[in-house]
């Protein structure tokens, strides 16, 4: 699975748009993006996922760019109840592939009041 | 419908000792994944069960082992327990394997300590 990059922290304001970065520069054709979060000492949680175009659900929207070698997660309207570490993760899909996850060390998205 | 479920929730062993942990999928899942967290070496794959069958191991010791009944429910077992071993292990599952549109559902975990 290829190899994702995203910075270790961010803050946003509660209340604004949260754009959180995942560089994926190695994706393959077959691979998709999938994004994840972590509260604190709980059990991640499914946020979003997609393989060429955007995506938007009743929690975040995914943008991912043309060539594929970058996604942003945006959080429309963050709250506190959003601080968690968000994880950008990317695998192949197929009738032999695995549902294995690599879980990379995520974004540490705090959002103050 | 209920989420996946783990239990315990907490567990505490001494060294050499061994423990088994166990998990139930979401109903209709026939895909159960086993993952360690710990704060040094982050969120790991230990193995992934389907219809019974391991299908993909990471890279952990001998120690570490599961299975998975015919209902879907699945256990995992570590041996001659370390202090290492200390940490969050949590289960995830799944409707199929390996489908692109194959979201995982995680449960809460098992914390265990080891002293």
């Known amino acids: 699975d290829a190899k994702t990059t995203q910075p270790t922290s961010m803050d946003c304001a509660e209340g604004r748009a949260a754009n959180l970065p995942c560089n994926h520069s190695?994706?393959?054709?077959?691979?998709?993006v999938y994004w994840y979060r972590q509260i604190h000492s709980q059990g991640p949680q499914y946020i979003i996922h997609?393989?060429?175009n955007n995506e938007t659900n009743e929690m975040a929207s995914l943008i991912i760019t043309e060539d594929r070698k970058s996604s942003t997660l945006i959080l429309p309207h963050a709250t506190l109840r959003d601080t968690a570490v968000y994880y950008c993760?990317?695998?192949?899909?197929?009738?032999?592939?695995?549902?294995?996850?690599?879980f990379g060390g995520g974004t540490r998205l705090m959002v103050k009041p | 419908k209920a989420g996946v479920t783990q239990t315990p929730r907490y567990l505490i062993k001494t060294r050499g000792q061994q423990v088994t942990l166990s998990c139930s999928p979401i109903?209709?899942?026939?895909?159960v994944s086993w993952y360690q967290q710990t704060p040094g070496q982050g969120l790991q794959f230990l193995f992934e069960?389907?219809?019974?069958?391991?299908?993909n191991k990471g890279n952990f010791p001998g120690r570490f082992s599961g299975r998975q009944f015919s209902n879907s429910r699945s256990e995992m077992n570590v041996s001659t327990l370390e202090l290492g071993d200390s940490a969050l292990y949590l289960c995830?599952?799944?409707?199929?394997?390996?489908?692109?549109?194959?979201?995982?559902?995680f449960g809460p975990g098992t914390r265990l300590t080891v002293l």
């Open positions: 997609g393989l060429k």
């Open positions: 190695t994706i393959s054709g077959n691979e998709y």
């Open positions: 069960y389907f219809s019974e069958t391991q299908r």
């Open positions: 995830a599952s799944s409707l199929q394997l390996g489908m692109g549109n194959n979201e995982q559902f």
């Open positions: 109903s209709g899942h026939r895909s």
């Open positions: 993760i990317v695998r192949v899909a197929g009738n032999n592939a695995g549902n294995m996850l690599t």
